[in-house]
């Protein structure tokens, strides 16, 4: 098969699955690089198919001998025009590598929102999975949720709040750099975001599973965040998102509250700007990379996300190099927000333009090199041969 990636807009279109394989061991071969490391044994991540959830997984597999459940909602192959999403494929050869160094993989390929998905696994815990579990990640990412109590349906938006925010964007699709223009959200469009993307549902995910037992003495559940800086404030930490990322961290104080009778902890991580399938759409975010990108990589301190989850669970919240906030939230953003870091990406970000978006100057063959990654595409140590012989009967027959 010849496997096509093209772009609608800024949304990505179209998988590799060969290549989404040699990405998944690529980022196992990095883990196994940095050697093993003490953690958790039985851990559940919600949202564990790409980015931070599948670099969680990986770290904690593959460094840390974890077993793992994976809960996340994705798409399988139909035909050859339509091969699904890189999720689907990600669960699947993470699993096949967890599994050849005898390690427990489940992956639930269910909506996450629903009592129904919570059940089923809280069931799996108590029957096949030694029954507890030492971790909880709540890594989810979705623009859309069902309430799961009323049935009604709520779509996020990723607005300005109380003011129309212009700035530099780039439609990847066209390689156009271009002024957007971000108009401010409604009052229902903020919550409608909060209700999809705050921590309602990792609360309800923590009250089932400490109702039905399943939790360990001392659990640990984290939260991902991310707060960025004043370059990004106005659409991202101050817009809709922050609004969403707030209602997380109340949400922490009663996870807290939840599990003190078991010495259980619930954690927000506030995670550094990294690519993920969100990275390209969120207004103004690429040109960001771009500048934080160039600056960081010159610096030696980018990352990738299996290079930022290894290092917060290795070296921060398994480790002994962990940097909280005044709020008891975990930082390892600080190398972004280093304010020389960050001086220095402001002054890069207001010379870019349609002339040099593209250039060596700028991150923008950093941005897009990843983000090409996320779907399988310009992946290092990729073989166009296997891709070649791969046929669709043979992704049919894959199992998840």
């Known amino acids: 098969m010849k496997f096509e990636h093209k772009m609608r807009g800024n949304v990505s279109v179209g998988v590799n699955p ?30 564990a198919s790409s980015s931070y959830g599948l670099a969680t997984r990986i770290s904690l597999a593959f460094g840390a001998n974890a077993d793992t459940i994976g809960v996340s909602f994705e798409k399988g192959p139909k035909s050859e025009k339509n091969l699904g999403t890189a999720g689907w494929y990600n669960n699947i050869y993470f699993k096949q590598a967890a599994e050849a160094e005898d390690l427990i993989a489940k992956n639930f390929v269910q909506d996450a929102f629903s009592h129904e998905t919570k059940q ?88 089932a599973l400490k109702e039905a037992g399943v939790l360990e003495e001392d659990v640990l559940t984290v939260n991902y965040s991310y707060l960025g800086s004043d370059l990004n404030r106005p659409y991202y930490g101050g817009g809709t998102l922050g609004q969403a990322k707030a209602d997380c961290e109340v949400k922490a104080d009663n996870v807290n509250e939840l599990l003190t009778d078991i010495g259980g902890k619930a954690t927000i991580v506030v995670a550094t700007a990294v690519t993920t399938k969100a990275s390209s759409v969120i207004p103004f975010f690429p040109v960001y990379c ?14 990738t996300p299996i290079m930022h989850q290894d290092r917060i669970y290795r070296d921060m ?20 927000l280093d304010p020389e ?18 250039s060596d100057k700028t991150g923008y063959s950093i941005f897009m090199k990843e983000y090409l990654n996320l779907a399988g595409f310009d992946v290092d140590g990729y073989n166009e041969a296997e891709g070649e012989e791969t046929t669709l009967d043979d992704l049919l027959a894959l199992e998840f």
């Open 120 to 207: 089923d696994v809280i069931k799996y815990i108590k029957e096949e999975f030694g029954g507890k579990v030492d971790l909880v990640v709540y890594s989810l990412a979705s623009s859309v949720r069902t309430d799961p109590d009323t049935g009604e349906r709520f779509n996020s938006v990723i607005k300005s709040i109380d003011q129309t925010v212009v700035g530099p964007n780039v439609n990847i699709q066209k390689q156009e750099f271009f002024e957007h223009v971000l108009e401010p959200a409604t009052q229902e469009e903020i919550a409608d975001t909060v209700k999809v993307m705050g921590g309602e549902d990792w609360q309800l995910w923590m009250e």
């Open 18 to 47: 060969i290549g989404c394989k040699q990405e998944v061991n690529n980022q196992i071969d990095f883990v196994k690089e940095q050697g093993a490391y003490e953690g958790p044994k039985k851990v559940l991540i919600i949202g």
């Open 290 to 303: 771009m500048g934080i990108y160039r600056i960081m990589a010159d610096n030696g301190t980018h990352e």
């Open 341 to 358: 870091v960050q001086k220095e990406a402001e002054t890069l970000t207001h010379t870019i333009n349609e002339d040099n978006f593209t």
């Open 317 to 336: 919240l398994y480790g002994n190099n962990a940097m909280y906030d005044d709020k008891g939230r975990l930082r390892p953003d600080s190398w972004e």
